[in-house]
């Protein structure tokens, strides 16, 4: 599935150039600390994200997997990198290590500080479909390789 805007497009194709493209790839932003998270991508400190396994269920939308390669955008809808889904798993919130909060890369890293702000993002996420947060919410959990930044990004 290709899901991208024209920026992201040429992006891509110039990346792979004459070389064969996987098939799988979307772009998309980290929400609203877009270029935070973008940045923290490209200085290889941030090789991990999650997101709630229902709203993949309300958006219709499939899980990820190890072929998906995805373009990041910065706030302004431009592509700055290009990862690689290295792992996926599905982990109950309150299961999640402290060792995958760190790699989500975020505040000070500890898992007190993850779990505050996921927790926070979800309640609210979760309400607007009408959904209450549980300390067992299942998440789509996934890591991923830094494969290319894009030169002269703006974040």
Known sequence: MIIMNQAARLYWDEYWQENEQPSTVSAWAFGAQADELAQLVIDGVKTATCSAYILYEIENEPL?????????????????????????????????????????????????????????????ALKEFGYEFSEDLLLVCERFSLVDVKRQNKL
């Open 64 to 124: 990820p997997t190890t072929d998906d390669y995805s373009i990041i955008l910065n706030s302004a809808d431009e592509p700055v990198a290009i990862i690689k889904t290295e792992e996926v798993t599905l982990t109950p919130m309150n299961e999640v290590t402290a060792e995958f909060a760190r790699a989500e890369g975020e505040g000070d890293r500890s898992y007190q500080y993850w779990k505050d702000e996921h927790e926070k993002f979800f309640k609210t």
